[in-house]
């Protein structure tokens, strides 16, 4: 009797100091198939001969070298460029503006808080159809104008080929801004206030301290926002699908949106999993570096 209770309780002990782990295992294997598994499928059918169905027959470079000949690719990737590099400047040069503003102690600063971050509360879909609303001419501003007595006024950039992706990068910014401004606001208040006042002492402006010591001394957020922005940019699909529809055409198309059409309406598989890589490539040597310099970072500090 001794030896088998002192068994079980040594099992029940052992459950214990592993329950954690054993509630979260199932979790974890399901992530590792559904994630890094699928990952690793797409990889393959991206060397493969697929097309409309998966096949396992080994093609080599040979779905990289016809995305890389598809204008439609290169026409993506020039819209995530632009689409990129306009949407991150923006939203820093927006997110940090706001987060200076609310950082003056203003009357009604959680009221503004709140309705700067509620975009990003929002769907991308909702998003988009929102802005396609108020973006039509039909419809939206440009009608809205005509009624009120301006019948010169023109806004037709959401069915302008040239125009279209800039009306993504408006829609983007407007959602994405606040919560740029968020991080930039808990990193201002961060900022160790005896600094700020022996500043003040000494003489500086307001704009002095911000530009030369508060916004030098929040670099890092900078980085993280900056790496957030990025992310959020190469896989675009969802507010993209739901403004333009990747038109008129395929002029505003995104490398998801590319890679969705090709997957699963052009029956082009393996080009759909050749260009799923190159994102995936495009994240990881984004993401990778931050990561890095984070953890180097933190090993310095401890």
């Known amino acids: 009797m001794g030896a088998s209770s002192s068994t079980e309780s040594n099992l029940t002990a052992s459950i214990q100091r592993h329950l954690s782990k054993i509630v979260v295992a199932p979790s974890f294997a399901a992530s590792l198939f559904f994630v890094y598994g699928f990952i690793l499928w797409t990889g393959y059918m991206a060397f493969s001969k697929s097309r409309m169905l998966p096949v396992w027959d080994w093609a080599g470079l040979r779905q990289y070298e016809r995305l890389w000949q598809m204008e439609r690719w290169h026409v993506a990737i020039e819209n995530l460029l632009i689409f990129g590099g306009l949407f991150i400047v923006i939203c820093l040069f927006l997110g940090c503006l706001l987060a200076v503003l609310l950082d003056q102690r203003i009357r009604a600063e959680g009221v503004l808080r709140t309705i700067f971050l509620y975009p990003m509360a929002l769907s991308f879909i909702v998003t988009g159809t929102v802005w396609k609303w108020l973006l039509n001419p039909g419809l939206g501003l440009e009608s809205m104008m ?28 407007w959602q994405a801004s606040g919560f740029v401004m968020a991080m930039f606001l808990a990193a201002l208040r961060g900022v160790d206030q005896d600094i700020i006042r022996a500043a003040y002492m000494d003489g500086a402006s ?22 957030v922005l990025a992310h959020l940019a190469v896989k675009s699909f969802d507010l993209v699908i739901a403004l333009t529809g990747g038109g008129p055409g395929y002029s505003s ?25 190159m994102m995936l490539a495009t994240v990881m040597a984004i993401i990778v570096p931050y990561l890095y310099s984070e953890l180097r970072g933190g090993k310095k500090n401890g």
Do not use: E
């Open 253 to 277: 198309d995104l490398p998801a949106t590319f890679m969705y059409t090709m997957a699963f309406q052009r029956n082009q598989l393996g080009v759909g999993a050749a260009s799923a890589m």
């Open 206 to 227: 307001l704009p002095r301290i911000y530009f030369g010591i508060i916004i030098p001394s929040i670099r890092p957020v900078f980085l993280s926002a900056i790496v």
């Open 146 to 173: 005509h009624d009120l007595g301006w019948t010169s006024f023109k806004f037709d950039w959401l069915v302008n080929s040239d125009m279209a992706i800039y009306t993504v990068v408006i829609a983007a910014v």
